[in-house]
């Protein structure tokens, strides 16, 4: 599986984003999909995840809320819509596939910058 992230860019706080997460090669119902992010300076954290095949979507306290991820299958896309913005939401976004214990597959980042 190989996973292509875009649609980063630069935003006024409180405003929106939506990052798209193409994937390519084969990927199941039961494949989980996750975003993380990684701030200058600090260690990659985890901001939301689901299921390749739907089902409950979950997000880390900090985006909860504010992040919807949702995918659509029909193009082989994973998204993240980002509303209410923070400067501390600025960080590079990745996208990942795998299981909910281990990603096995990574994208490139898509740096998303908030201004305040």
């Known amino acids: 599986v190989q996973l292509q992230a875009s649609g980063g860019g630069l935003v006024q706080a409180g405003g929106s984003l939506r990052l798209s997460c193409v994937a390519s090669?084969?990927?199941?119902?039961?494949?989980?999909m996750k975003w993380f992010r990684q701030a200058p300076g600090k260690e990659r954290e985890f901001v939301a995840a689901?299921?390749?095949?739907?089902?409950?979507?979950y997000y880390a306290e900090s985006v909860r809320g504010r992040f919807t991820i949702s995918r659509d299958n029909a193009k082989d896309t994973l998204y993240l819509q980002m509303n209410s913005l923070k400067p501390e939401d600025t960080a590079v976004y990745y996208c990942?596939?795998?299981?909910?214990?281990?990603?096995?597959?990574w994208g490139k980042g898509t740096l998303v910058t908030v201004s305040s």
């Open positions: 990942a596939a795998g299981s909910w214990s281990n990603m096995d597959y």
């Open positions: 689901a299921r390749w095949g739907g089902g409950r979507t």
């Open positions: 090669g084969r990927t199941f119902e039961n494949t989980i």
